[in-house]
């Protein structure tokens, strides 16, 4: 069974939320604090978040979580401005829900978030999963830079390569930094490269399906990703509708910049 963290200090609130999700078959754990929530993390699959708590802000909170989870991270608030939702967003959560929440808007977002969390290290179902074995060594063939690989942790596409219990990004052999939302964003188009996804689907399964905000930010993680793969032949952009993922006909390995130019700014 999947353990749901609810963070909240209102008693019945919280009561409320572990009673809608005990009945649909969760597992209901709660921490009235953010201290509380972090000494938990390790234990949940997905934390149900105020961002109003007694001790941290709910978006500190947020940005902890992500320092050591990929968990899926439900933030709730009964007051929150635009702002506030959007430093939400900002800081890990990926998804929204205004307080009071019925009990089937409630579970019905805790299913999405699981039907869209990927492979998560901190997940207790996954702990004991083997790890990946060594493709190298006498006799392995080396796929065709167009082939595309997958398995139930790795995403391939030519020599791009995606990680998806450690969550890392590698061209060439060489890994590249990429933030939270850029690793969602690739896994996305690398599932079926060459398919091109709608940005409303996009933003949808990347950021949250009742996104608010513009698609603006959607352009700027895509021009933010070209450039770590320094080629924006890899992210195509198919107009008007939205991004599909093609391997290069030669993808050149990212360009490294000098240590003094990476320093400035």
């Known amino acids: 069974m999947r353990t749901v963290l609810i963070v909240d200090d209102d008693d019945g609130v919280a009561e409320s939320l572990a009673q809608a999700l005990t009945v649909h078959g969760f597992v209901p754990q709660r921490a009235a604090t953010g201290a509380?929530?972090?000494?938990?993390?390790?234990?949940?699959?997905l934390v149900v978040l105020e961002l109003a708590l007694p001790d941290l802000a709910g978006h500190e909170v947020c940005r902890r979580i992500r320092e050591r989870s990929c968990v899926p991270?439900?933030?709730?608030?009964d007051r929150a401005e635009e702002l506030d939702r959007v430093m939400a967003f900002h800081m890990g959560a990926d998804a929204f829900a205004y307080k009071p929440v019925g009990s089937y808007e409630l579970?019905?977002?805790?299913?999405?978030?699981?039907?869209?969390?990927?492979?998560?290290?901190?997940?207790?179902?996954?702990?004991?999963?083997p790890q990946t074995p060594d493709r190298g060594g006498p006799g392995t063939t080396t796929p065709p830079a167009s082939a595309v690989t997958a398995s139930r942790d790795t995403l391939g596409a030519g020599p791009l390569q995606l990680d998806l219990r450690t969550r890392t990004v590698a061209l060439h052999g060489e890994e590249i930094p990429v933030t939270?939302?850029?690793?969602?964003?690739?896994?996305?188009?690398?599932?079926?490269p060459g398919t091109v996804h709608r940005r409303q689907d996009i933003m949808a399964q990347v950021w949250d399906e009742n996104w608010f905000g513009s698609t603006r930010t959607?352009?700027?993680?895509?021009?933010?990703?070209?450039?770590?793969?320094?080629n924006r032949e890899w992210i195509e952009t198919v107009r008007g509708i939205g991004y599909r993922l093609v391997v290069p006909p030669e993808a050149p390995a990212p360009t490294r910049q000098p240590t003094a130019d990476r320093t400035r700014g």
């Open 36 to 45: 509380d929530a972090l000494d938990l993390l390790d234990d949940v699959s």
């Open 73 to 77: 991270i439900l933030a709730m608030s």
């Open 107 to 129: 579970i019905a977002r805790v299913q999405a978030l699981f039907r869209r969390s990927g492979t998560c290290p901190w997940h207790e179902e996954h702990r004991s999963r």
């Open 180 to 192: 939270r939302r850029e690793f969602d964003l690739l896994a996305l188009l690398m599932q079926e």
């Open 218 to 230: 959607l352009d700027v993680h895509v021009g933010s990703l070209r450039g770590k793969l320094g």
